[in-house]
């Protein structure tokens, strides 16, 4: 069992389209990249779209979510969403706060 964690934490630390990774020795680049990754990069560059990733596909309900409008209206027509039935329907709102609101 713990060949194989060693396996599955090996393959996780694998960065291939790195291309500094690609210039390294196979010794150190199984130690994997030891940067620290930013907040919300992988999302869009936003906490708030990281967010809208992991509710779109949750569909038929109502999202209440806080954070500026123009980010709710420019991440909801990004995502798509699965739905069993014949009609999705997805409802987003946003309180519109910003920097200046939260204390």
Same mark, same amino acid.
């Given at each position: 069992?713990?060949?194989?964690?060693?396996?599955?934490?090996?393959? =996780? @630390? &694998? $960065?291939?389209?790195?291309?500094?990774?690609? $210039?390294?020795? &196979?010794?150190?680049?199984?130690?994997?990249?030891? /940067?620290?990754?930013? #907040?919300?990069?992988?999302?869009?560059?936003?906490? @708030?779209?990281?967010?809208?990733?992991?509710?779109? #596909?949750?569909?038929? =309900?109502?999202?209440? =979510?806080?954070? #500026?409008?123009?980010? $709710?209206? /420019? %991440?909801?027509?990004?995502? %798509?969403?699965? /739905? /069993?039935? #014949?009609?999705?329907?997805?409802?987003? @709102?946003?309180?519109?706060?910003?920097?200046?609101? =939260?204390?």
């Amino acid at each position: 069992m713990a060949t194989n964690l060693a396996a599955k934490i090996q393959t =996780v @630390f &694998e $960065e291939p389209g790195c291309d500094h990774n690609q $210039e390294k020795s &196979e010794r150190q680049r199984k130690k994997g990249c030891s /940067s620290q990754l930013k #907040p919300g990069a992988a999302a869009g560059g936003c906490a @708030f779209d990281g967010a809208k990733i992991a509710l779109q #596909p949750i569909v038929d =309900v109502a999202h209440l =979510v806080h954070g #500026p409008i123009a980010c $709710e209206g /420019s %991440s909801w027509d990004n995502r %798509s969403a699965l /739905s /069993s039935g #014949p009609q999705t329907y997805r409802t987003g @709102f946003t309180t519109d706060i910003s920097e200046l609101d =939260v204390i």
